[in-house]
């Protein structure tokens, strides 16, 4: 693994760059105090990973703001009846984003609320579900805080919990094993939808990939190694039969049963580029050679397919082009391939296409209501400020894990 991090683009593209980068936080700044969710996706824990970055680039001149958005998501965490334990909404990212912080600013201390949220989302896992292989809400989320939060022994605990449950809810599927979709988690795909063959997802944000990484996480840092293996081997022989045998692998969005749906999106949550990379970690944190090979062949495929592809209306990270450099940019990264590299500059030239100066959160719109600013970090101008930060310093966005963007160990 290459450690080292420093910018892709250069001359006047990176002062481009750079120079969106800055009007987005100049712009956040001043939205960020009156924003009411709380959310890592759409709220005040977003906008805290987002001072932390923005605070390394100016040399500390965030460093309260930062410091106030994590207060602020904890205040309205405290007065929210449901406690939804997920990673992108709820107590989850609470107590992801506490660590992360406390990592590199040792005078906060979250033990305590760490504490709360161990016991939230041990509750969770020990309900009766029902559970999903999702990410943003369900069990591969649970599992990245549990990663988080190690050396801790409620890490330990809450991953062996997570992978039980991974167990549990996996079952045969052509080409190995596959993680369907419970029945609430149904209307993602609009209130009446309804699937009796079975719902199985694909794109990262909900599906199956999320899983296989965080089994990969704990198959190498040696837990439960015969039952993860098993599962390993499953997911990725159900992924490898998805695969376009010849080109691009054209992973599908969804399976109903076994009709596959596909879906333009070439993105995070939805699309090639997001499966292709969280396999490729994945596998990559497996070390098993064949699949970790066919993987990187997967990504590398859909990277030259992203040379020649059009880009998209969206610049956010989770469905637009900005997330999509992001990917690239951190296989490059891993990899030092080439083809990885040119991938994300041009996704990075596609993400500028996009900016409109004077609009917006910094330039940036929010596509799906151009009139409604959205300075959040997941499908707002704060993400995509922060992929633009990566391509254009030498500034490692270590915030991206929470997405799966990259995936490394405690140790690691
Ligand atoms: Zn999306």
Partial sequence: M?????????????????????????????????????????GQLGFALFFDMASRLTGGHQDEAMVRSLMRAMELFAHDRRKAPGLHGGLGGLGWTALHLASRHPELDVEELCTEVDEALETALRAAGPHSCDLQASLSGFGLYALKRLPHP???????????????????????????????????????ATFPRGLYTVG???????????????????????????????????????????????FPHYLHGTERFTDERFAWCVGNPGITAVSWWAAHLWAEPTWEARALHWASQVAREALERPSTRHSNLCCGASGTALLFLRLFHATRLPVF?????????????????????????????????????????????????????????DWDAAFLFSLQLPSS
Wanted: proline share 7%.
């Fill in 2 to 42: 290459v450690s080292s991090w420093s910018a892709v683009v250069s001359g006047a593209l990176r002062d481009d760059t750079l120079a969106a980068v800055e009007a987005v936080i100049q712009d956040v700044t001043s939205a960020a105090s009156g924003w009411g969710p709380a959310g890592l996706n759409d």
């Fill in 154 to 192: 409620a890490g330990q605990r809450l991953l062996e919990l997570v992978v039980d449950r991974l167990a549990e809810t996996a079952e045969p599927a052509q080409g190995g094993l596959s993680w369907p979709q419970p029945r609430p988690y149904w209307r993602l795909h609009g209130a009446e």
């Fill in 204 to 250: 990262v944000a909900h599906g199956v990939p999320a899983a296989l990484a965080i089994l990969a996480a704990a198959h190498r840092l040696g837990l439960a190694r015969e039952k993860t293996e098993r599962l390993l081997r499953g997911g990725f022989g159900w992924l490898e039969h998805l695969a376009a045998p010849e080109g691009p692998p054209n």
């Fill in 341 to 397: 590299e040119e991938a994300a500059v041009r996704w990075v030239r596609h993400t500028l296409a996009l900016r409109r100066p004077g609009e917006g959160v910094g330039g940036f719109l929010f596509e799906q209501e151009p009139t409604r600013h959205m300075p959040v970090l997941h499908y707002g101008a704060a993400g995509t400020a922060l992929a633009l930060l990566a391509a254009a310093s030498d500034l490692a966005p």
